[in-house]
Each structure stands twice: as structure tokens, then as C-alpha cells.
């Protein structure tokens, strides 16, 4: 290798520039075997983490000088971050979780069931959040609830019908596992119902899941509904019923989440 192949490649600024921002000549010489520019240092700095052999462990572990301060604030360590980004947490939910005295520990199967195929530890991918956020505040979805959706593992294009409609993430989850629209999801919502129970008394009643959102969508309450398949009607009319008082609005599957 010649040193033209390194022609590109930044090279760390003098100790006299790195003195003149406050750093001593060894601080400044742990940071820069580390790979930290003088701005990087001074950005983790400023977020509480104020030497290079703090800030490498941190790196590692996934965080950047926006990220680390929710969780110094939470007491975790950057082990601490690993553990619950190997199992998929996102930042904020692992400091909540981490805060209320709980350990890292896999995901419950209501969870797995309406994530399929979702690596762990996605959820910390910052470039893709940070872009499904400006999708969503363009599209004027106040920051707390778009905010909400991102750290849920919503994309911004899946999650705008929902976050318009003020639906929670987890319960725009199940609805949508189901089947069911945003805008069925807030019919439901707004007579007083919600997704959990919507899906645990269908299947209490023996509905197969698949029938779950036209029964619902066309009105039918779980118990009607197995009633109705009992004496032999076909899940298809609940359909041409759901399809009239859906009107054009396109209908999800539960197999796209």
C-alpha cells in the first residue's frame, strides 16, 4: 500500500487545535487513537461522556453524542445498551424499561407475532428513524406522536394514515396485522373498543384470524359473528358489507408489517 491510497482519508487535526478547544495534550492523544475528530470529541463531551475511554465503549455499544445522554440519565451502562439492543429495544424503550428496574430480556410473543422478521436490534438504526421522522413532520404529524411511531419500527409511508388519525402504535400494530384500515381502526376506536380486545374476543369466539377484519369492518361483533358462521353465512357477505361502508380507501393485509 502506497501512501497515495491514502490520500483520501481524513487526517486528525494538530494537538495545538485540539489545546486550543480546551483538550490537554494527552486528552487530546487518547482521542485521536481513538478516531475521534476534535468536533466528535467535543459533541460527547458535551453529552456527559467526557473522556475517549468512556466514549469508545458507548460507540460500540451503538450510541452517538444525541443518543447517549437518555441513557446516562437512565444509569445504564453501555453493556446495559448491548443486552437490550441485541434484543431489539429501541433507545427510549430500553431506558424506560431499564429505569423501572427491569433486565434485558426477549420480547413477548404479542410482540413477535406482529414484528415478523425483524432483526434485533433494528430498531436502533439511526439513518432510517431519522428519515421516517422528517417523512412525518413534512406530512405534519406533531413531533411527539411521529416520535412515538419511529421508535415503534414504523416506517414514515406505513405509519401516515395511522399517525393522522391519532391511533397509538401498538394498537395500529394489531389492527393492522389483522387487516383492518386506519380508518376501520378508528371506527372501532371511537365506539369505545381497542385491538387487543378486538382480536382476543374473535378468537375466544372460534373466528379464524383471517375473517377477523371483515366481520369487524362490517359491523359484527365477535359473537355475532361466530353465530352467523355457525348457521352457515359465509365470511364473503361480511365482506360486500365491509367493502360498502369502506368506500375506496384501500385495504392492508396482515402479512405487509
Given at each position: 500500500m502506497t501512501t497515495a491510497d491514502f490520500a483520501d482519508e481524513p487526517r486528525p487535526?494538530?494537538?495545538?487545535?485540539?489545546?486550543?478547544q480546551g483538550f490537554s495534550v494527552a486528552e487530546a492523544r487518547q482521542w485521536i487513537d481513538d478516531g475521534f475528530a476534535i468536533t466528535d470529541a467535543q459533541r460527547w463531551r458535551r453529552s456527559g461522556v467526557y473522556t475517549?475511554?468512556?466514549?469508545?465503549?458507548?460507540?460500540?455499544?451503538g450510541a452517538t453524542p444525541y443518543t447517549?445522554?437518555?441513557?446516562?440519565?437512565?444509569g445504564m451502562t453501555p453493556r446495559d445498551a448491548v443486552k437490550?439492543?441485541?434484543?431489539?429495544?429501541?433507545?427510549?424503550?430500553?431506558?424506560?424499561?431499564?429505569?423501572?428496574?427491569?433486565?434485558?430480556?426477549?420480547r413477548g410473543w404479542l410482540w413477535r407475532l406482529l414484528h415478523p422478521g425483524e432483526?434485533?436490534?433494528?430498531?436502533f438504526g439511526d439513518e432510517d428513524r431519522s428519515s421516517s421522522m422528517r417523512e412525518l413532520l413534512r406530512a405534519g404529524i406533531p413531533?411527539?406522536?411521529?416520535?412515538?411511531?419511529?421508535?415503534?419500527?414504523?416506517?414514515?409511508?406505513?405509519?401516515l394514515e395511522w399517525a393522522k388519525r391519532s391511533i397509538e402504535p401498538g394498537q395500529a400494530r394489531v389492527f393492522r396485522a389483522l387487516g383492518l384500515s386506519s380508518r376501520e381502526a378508528g371506527r372501532i376506536l371511537a365506539g369505545g373498543g381497542d385491538a387487543i380486545a378486538l382480536m382476543t374476543d374473535f378468537w375466544r369466539a372460534g373466528v379464524p384470524i383471517d375473517e377477523v377484519a371483515a366481520w369487524s369492518a362490517a359491523g359484527f361483533t365477535a359473537a355475532e359473528a361466530a353465530r352467523m358462521r355457525a348457521e352457515g353465512v359465509d365470511v364473503e357477505q361480511a365482506q360486500v358489507l365491509r367493502a360498502l361502508t369502506e368506500g375506496d380507501e384501500p385495504r392492508p393485509t396482515g402479512g405487509d408489517i
Open positions: 487535526e494538530p494537538l495545538h487545535e485540539w489545546q486550543q475517549a475511554a468512556d466514549a469508545r465503549p458507548w460507540r460500540t455499544a447517549v445522554d437518555l441513557w446516562l440519565r437512565a437490550w439492543r441485541e434484543l431489539g429495544y429501541s433507545p427510549e424503550e430500553a431506558a424506560d424499561r431499564h429505569m423501572a428496574g427491569e433486565r434485558p430480556h426477549p432483526k434485533p436490534g433494528a430498531a413531533a411527539d406522536r411521529a416520535r412515538g411511531y419511529v421508535e415503534a419500527g414504523w416506517t414514515g409511508a406505513d405509519a
